[in-house]
């Protein structure tokens, strides 16, 4: 376990990065650092544990050797969650163990991500592992509002990477009828107008 190797997963505003230790056909288990933290937080811990299993300590955005956001733009926990989930589909796990790290601030905790993870997606999730950690609790009435709303946010924004494409070109005259049949509200007058700005002429259209 002495020798690790180094990822690194494409994202939107650059690379996440992590380091791997073990055989890639164990067991997998997602090792996330705590706050202020890197993937290095589990370098003395990693070869204590037992070794079958493929542990994956990925840096979060902003951290240790992933790509920091572009600036001007905050880091809410949902956005770590989702950097956890992107790993997850790059590394191709259906189910795999979650290790969390950290306490401190519980509004800061990193664990807070593992635990939010487990919650949205406990399909994907056969053990949890919580070092230092306090636990997450929503209200009961709460509960299923938080779930369906958060998965959805996430799930339909890795949707949309997937699906990136070059823009279609349209006609000036196609490009608003399809801008007049999103927004029925608006007038052929209206849409004209926003088009002038809002679309940029190509020698395609």
Known sequence: FGMFSEL???????????????PSEGHPV????GWLDNANTFDKLIPLLPRGCYYV???????GLSSHRP???????????????????????????????SMGNFSFSYCFISLQ????????VDKLILLESLGFLLAPEDTEAWLKSKRRVIDRLLSLEAKQQTPKARSPEAALQRLLEANSHLTAEGGAILLQRGATETPAG
């Open 8 to 22: 690194k997963f494409p994202v939107p505003w650059g690379h996440v990065a992590a380091k791997a230790w073990g």
């Open 71 to 101: 600036a001007g733009c905050p880091y809410h926990f949902l956005d770590y969650v989702t950097d956890v989930r992107r790993v997850a589909a790059a590394l191709q796990w259906r189910r795999f163990t979650l290790m969390g790290h």
């Open 57 to 63: 300590a990925m840096d979060f955005s902003g951290h």
């Open 117 to 124: 993870f487990c919650f949205l997606y406990p399909e994907m």
């Open 30 to 33: 997602l090792c996330l650092h």
